[in-house]
């Protein structure tokens, strides 16, 4: 599976920006990562093909919405409210099971990963 993501940017703090991410077939779970300089990897958000169940990290609760068009295998990331803290580069990540809940949110529970954005919050 490939995945080819796009949508990042600059914006100011309070700001929106809106990533995509195409997969080149259906995968069941479909989700976002990012990743600060000099931070750890982290999970953000996953949405299942079934249900389209959704999962969020605390910090981004609220504020960002995953979405899917399963016609068109693609993820959404509608990022509203910005701000610096969540400058980083994200990565779309991908996998063709129905990945359990309590792993939604562990990096190695996905195959697929995309060639990341860079999202660049100022204040």
């Known amino acids: 599976v490939q995945l080819q993501a796009s949508g990042g940017g600059l914006v100011q703090a309070g700001g929106s920006l809106r990533l995509s991410c195409a997969a080149s077939?259906?995968?069941?779970?479909m989700g976002w990562f990012r990743q600060a300089p000099g931070k750890e990897r982290e999970f953000v958000a996953a949405?299942?093909?079934?249900?389209?169940?959704?999962y969020y990290a605390d910090s981004v609760k609220g504020r960002f919405t995953i979405s899917r068009d399963n016609a068109k295998n693609t993820v959404d990331l509608q990022m509203n409210s910005l701000k610096p803290e969540d400058t980083a580069v994200y990565y779309c990540?991908?996998?063709?099971?129905?990945?359990?809940?309590?792993?939604?949110?562990?990096?190695?529970?996905?195959?697929?990963w995309g060639q990341g954005t860079q999202v660049t919050v100022s204040s």
């Open positions: 990540a991908a996998d063709p099971n129905n990945v359990i809940v309590s792993a939604v949110s562990a990096f190695n529970s996905y195959d697929y």
């Open positions: 077939r259906r995968t069941l779970t």
């Open positions: 949405i299942r093909w079934s249900g389209g169940n959704t």
